[in-house]
């Protein structure tokens, strides 16, 4: 009878070490992917691709679709180059700004890159909706950056939207969003738009 209670303890030790072990590792991913850019404060790509899987899971015919927005920001390398790599961080925090301003409450922006930012859009109706919050964005760089009160910066943004549909994934998504930003960038180049 000793026996039989004795492994019975050393299986319910196993398994409490199992889930305390499990934990553990959910604690520090949890702690890895909720980590913000430090510059801009918004939130990281893997914050991003939690959000779109969740966003995905919970998509249904009331919910709308979700639409993601890729904006990559020439004229900002050159920041670093020109003045310091501090004029170009402000530069950057004025741009997180500017991008917040323009999407809607409930939108998440994050930064995904050096120049490139990616918005998440949840409850769209149609493409004319997505359409909506890109020309927002793109209206939101008309006028040039002020990192600093001597110093201006023209950048030029190139934005692409995709919508989701029964099959996305956050991988396609986000692939579709950059192939869409990729052509809109093309096309500004090939017409010469400096805009």
Known sequence: MDAVRLEKSQDLLVQTAAVVAAQREFASRLRTRTI?????????????????????????????RLAVVSCDLDGLAALDHRHNPTIADTARSEVAGRLVAAVRQGDLVARVGTQTFVLLCPGIVDSDDAESIAGRVAASFAEPLRPAPDVTAHVRISVGVALSGRDSTPASLLAAAD???????ADRLSAGRTD
Request: charged letters at 20%; glycine letters at 12%.
């Open 36 to 64: 913000r850019d430090p510059l801009t404060g918004l939130p990281v790509r893997s914050l991003l691709v939690d959000r779109l899987e969740l966003s995905l899971a919970a998509a249904g015919p009331g919910t709308g």
């Open 179 to 185: 192939q869409a930003m990729a052509r809109a960038r």
